[in-house]
Structure formats: C-alpha cells, structure tokens
C-alpha cells in the first residue's frame, strides 16, 4: 500500500542520515540507556472508535548521538459504552540530529494494537396473545454479554523532539500517525420469532452478530512523557 512504502522509504532516508552524519562526528558521549513514563491519547479511526487516553513506559537504547533503538508499551482503558480497551506496543529505530539542549528526531517504529470490545446484545420479548385466550408471559432465553478481541499489525511513522534539562533527564514530545490493521465492529442482524397461531404472533426479538472485516486506519496519536538517561 502507498502508506507503508512511504514509510519504508522514511526509514531509508533515516539511515542514510546516519551514515553522513556518522562520517563526520565524534564517538557519542550521550548516556546509552533511557527509560521513561509517558501519557499518550490515541484519536478515533474511520471505524467509529472514540478518542483513548492512556499510558506506559518506553525504554530506549542509544547507539550513537544519531541512531537509537527504542520500545514502548501502552495501555488504553475504557472510554466508551462498549468498553473498548486497547494494549499497544512499538518497537523501531529513531533517527536525527542531538545538541546540548535538544534533539528533533523521525521515528519507524512497527508493532500491534490488542483490541478487546464487549457488546451487550438487545433482547426484546413480547407475549403470546393467541386469539380470544389470555396473554401468556414467555420468558426470555438467557442473553449474556460477549467480548471480541482482534489483534492486528501497527506502524508508528512521526517526530520526537526531546529537551535535556539535565545529563541523566529528558523530556520528550511525540506526534504521529499510528497505521493500524484493525477489525471492523460487529454488524447486528435482527432475528425474530413467531407462533404458529394464525395469524402469526410475535414471541420474541432479538440480534446476531456477523463478525466485521479487515480495515486499515490512521489515527492521530501523541505522547508526552519524561525519561532517565543511565
């Protein structure tokens, strides 16, 4: 797809800035490890998820002063009536240009996104009221409440812009587009039944799900967090 090759081809030009830039500095005197805190929000995609606040933890490995390998993880509770949770991880390679005081860089990071939906489905009953006879009451059959989980591949293409206040603390702003291969919501059907009275007379409503397909989404997604550097 057009998206994932102009993220190959971002990744590409990333590490091709690391050899210019390689060819002409000094050996990195920036501490080799990081590991941080973050809170992140996630807008909703095009498959009618609502925007999920949550967050993690990253850890970052500094190979030189242009070139780190990073993961983080993240966790987004419920925001919506359908308790929608979400687990995400990315794990990737930032590239660019540090100074004393800050650094800009890009990010590829590739990863998953673990959603977990619950759905309460609508049962609607009615009574038998054969002709000239009493109604009768038909109690409904037990309608328990399920859950879908989908897990799908993500790709976390943007910037970083990183502030040092200090040699062992940085401070770290992230913008980007998370891509994700995600599962399409359920789609209900309504079933009902009949008697075999004549006319026929409604007993009872309902809905079964046909289970959604593959979709790939772009979403909006920013993080805000603080690190110790080691």
């Known amino acids: ?27 990195s005197e920036t501490p080799k490890v990081e590991v941080g805190a973050q809170i992140s929000g996630l807008a909703g995609g095009r ?17 030189t002063n242009a070139l780190a390998l990073e993961g983080e993880l993240n966790y987004f509770p419920s925001t919506g009536f359908d308790n929608v949770r979400m687990f995400q991880g990315q794990f990737g390679v930032k590239s660019g240009w540090r100074f004393k005081r800050f650094g800009v860089f890009g ?23 054969p002709p000239n006879q009493v109604c009768a009451p038909i109690f409904p059959p037990f309608c ?26 940085v401070v770290r702003l992230d913008v980007g587009d998370t891509i994700a291969n995600r599962q399409s919501p359920p ?26 397909g593959n979709v790939t989404t772009h979403n909006l997604q920013m993080r805000a967090g603080v690190g110790f550097r080691f």
């Open 1 to 27: 797809m057009p998206n994932y090759r102009f993220a190959v081809t971002l990744c590409v030009l990333l590490l091709l800035t690391l050899v210019l830039h390689e060819s002409v500095s000094a050996q």
């Open 187 to 212: 789609v209900f059907i309504s079933q009902s039944s009949f008697s075999r009275t004549t006319p026929p007379v409604l007993i009872s409503s309902g809905f079964f799900a046909l289970p959604g």
């Open 47 to 63: 498959i009618g998820d609502r925007g999920s606040v949550g967050g993690g933890g990253r850890v970052t490995i500094n190979l």
């Open 144 to 169: 328990s409440s399920f859950t879908i989980a989908d897990t799908g591949f993500s790709l976390d293409v943007g910037g970083v812009a990183e502030l040092y206040p200090s040699k062992r603390l």
């Open 107 to 129: 990010k590829v990071r590739p990863g998953f996104i673990d959603t977990k939906r619950d759905f309460q489905p609508s049962c609607n009953f009615q009574l038998i009221c």
